[in-house]
């Protein structure tokens, strides 16, 4: 199978990719490499996909909120499914700016769309976010509650981008899949994440900023058990037969949430993080910040229920995973 996978260069796009390689598949990539967070990373990350992939692994340095751009690039490849996984992140620079998140996040997805439509792919799944459930208090979140009430742009982006698919699907019958992926920790992942936040600082001896005065609850997600739930998202397209899928289409299109099915204490991860690096956080209690929500949960019955889907390391696990990653990462 070939697959275009947009984002390929960061997080989740990269560490997709690299499994999409080891089982056999190719891999087209398509990625700004912008400066939202250092580029040496994405360049890293991108060096070890060429590396694991060789002749199978193409990239392609481009906007894809930019159409002509992606036509160009595009021109002459053929791909079976897209993983759509390319997107301006995060909720506080949303607020600083907010014209980078319609470009990326309702043009770009709009472009994907158009690109799948066009070329009659057999599946597009795309990265959604469990910021679409707002200030919900309901727990845990569930692909049936209601998404009318984001608190960040960012959240309001990617609920537009499910009710674009949406229609995509209505009209032309086009098998879409949306995952809402929920804190998602890891190796390479995010600088702008708290997780390397804190895990830098406390290895520098600086003081850590904690919102909310640390009560915050967090359903924390390891990279592995993401990749796991989008691989099985990506071979298994909704059928079009009229039933109702997860998220209560009628098209050929179904809404995943992706999380450990767990929702943990913020200070608990503090806790492992310094248990790992040896070293105590300075610790800095504020008060929440604008946009942000105390409190996530993910109820992942649909997806364990269509495609068998199980998370299966915890954060006891996975935070030493990722601070020995990080340390190896950076020599430290």
């Avoid at 995060?90 to 472009?111: F, K, M, T």
């Avoid at 692909?143 to 537009?160: C, F, G, I, Q």
Wanted: aromatic share 10%; charged share 25%; glycine share 8%.
């Amino acid at each position: 199978m070939r697959v275009l996978v947009t984002g390929v260069a960061g997080f989740i796009g990269m560490s997709l990719s690299r499994v999409l390689l080891a089982r056999g598949d190719s891999v087209i990539g398509i990625d700004s490499v912008n400066d939202y967070y250092d580029p040496k990373l994405k360049r890293d990350r991108l060096a070890e996909l060429t590396r694991l992939g060789g002749e199978r692994f193409a990239f392609r340095q481009l906007d894809f909120a930019d159409h002509d751009a992606l036509d160009r690039a595009l021109a002459g490849e053929s791909f079976d499914r897209i993983a759509h996984l390319g997107a301006q992140a995060g909720v506080r620079y949303s607020i600083e700016n907010p014209r980078a998140y319609v470009q990326a996040n309702l043009v770009g997805h709009l472009n994907l769309l158009e690109i799948a439509r066009h070329r009659r792919v057999e599946h597009l799944v795309y990265a959604s976010s469990s910021s679409v459930y707002g200030g919900n208090t309901q727990m845990p979140f569930s692909v049936d509650d209601r998404v009318d009430h984001p608190l960040s742009l960012y959240a309001a982006t990617k609920k537009a981008d499910e009710l674009m698919s949406e229609t995509y699907a209505h009209l032309y019958r086009l098998p879409l899949t949306g995952l809402r992926f929920f804190t998602v920790y890891g190796p390479w992942g995010r600088p702008d994440m708290a997780m390397w936040i804190f895990t830098k600082a406390i290895l520098e001896g600086r003081r850590i900023t904690v919102f909310n005065h640390g009560e915050m609850m967090r359903d924390f997600t390891y990279i592995d058990d993401i990749v796991a739930g989008v691989v099985a998202c990506i071979d298994s397209p909704p059928a079009d037969t009229g039933a109702a899928h997860a998220g209560g289409s009628r098209s050929p299109h179904a809404v995943y949430n992706i999380g450990n099915n767990r929702s943990e204490q913020l200070g608990h991860m503090i806790d492992l993080i310094e248990e790992a690096c040896g070293k105590k956080a300075i610790r800095d209690l504020q008060p929440m910040q604008p946009g942000d929500v105390p409190a996530t949960y993910a109820d992942i019955e649909a997806i364990r229920r269509d495609l068998g889907f199980e998370p299966r390391v915890a954060i006891d696990v996975g935070v030493p995973r990722f601070v020995e990653w990080y340390r190896s990462y950076h020599g430290v």
